[in-house]
C-alpha cells in the first residue's frame, strides 16, 4: 500500500482545511487509518484514527470537536477535515496504514504504512 497525503496548505486562524489521504493497492478496506502531525522541533504527534470499516473513530483532545476524520473504501481514501483551525495546528501532517485496531492506541510507531507528509501552515 502506497500512501499520498494531499490537501495542505496556508490558511487563517479560524478557517478550515480538508486533506486527503489516498492509498493505492486493493486491500485499503482492510487498514484502520491514522493521521498524525509534527511541528517543526517537536515529535510526531497523534491526531486522529479512523477503523477499516469506519465504525469507530478517536481522536487527540487538542483537536476533538474541531476535527472529523472519515474516509471513503470505494476510493480508498481517507480524510482529515479541520475547522476552526488554530496556530498551533500549524504542521506537517502525515496519514499512516495499521492493520491491526488498536482503540486509543496514539504511539507513532507500529504501523504499516506512511504517507509523505503535506504542510499546513495556520497564520494568525
Known amino acids: 500500500v502506497q500512501l499520498q497525503a494531499s490537501g495542505g496548505g496556508l490558511v487563517q486562524a479560524g478557517g478550515s482545511l480538508r486533506l486527503s489521504c489516498a492509498a493505492s493497492?486493493?486491500?485499503?478496506?482492510?487498514?484502520?487509518m491514522y493521521w498524525f502531525r509534527q511541528a517543526p522541533g517537536k515529535e510526531r504527534e497523534f491526531v486522529a484514527a479512523?477503523?477499516?470499516?469506519?465504525?469507530?473513530?478517536y481522536y487527540a483532545d487538542s483537536v476533538k470537536g474541531r476535527f472529523t476524520i472519515s474516509r471513503d473504501n470505494a476510493k480508498n481514501t481517507v480524510f482529515l477535515q479541520m475547522n476552526s483551525l488554530e496556530p498551533e495546528d500549524t504542521a506537517v501532517y502525515y496519514c499512516?496504514?495499521?492493520?491491526?485496531?488498536?482503540?486509543?492506541?496514539?504511539?507513532?510507531?507500529?504501523?504499516?504504512?506512511w504517507g509523505q507528509g503535506t504542510l499546513v501552515t495556520v497564520s494568525s
Open positions: 493497492g486493493h486491500t485499503f478496506n482492510s487498514y484502520a
Open positions: 499512516a496504514a495499521s492493520n491491526v485496531w488498536r482503540y486509543g492506541y496514539t504511539e507513532s510507531y507500529g504501523y504499516d504504512y
Open positions: 479512523i477503523k477499516w470499516d469506519g465504525a469507530y473513530t
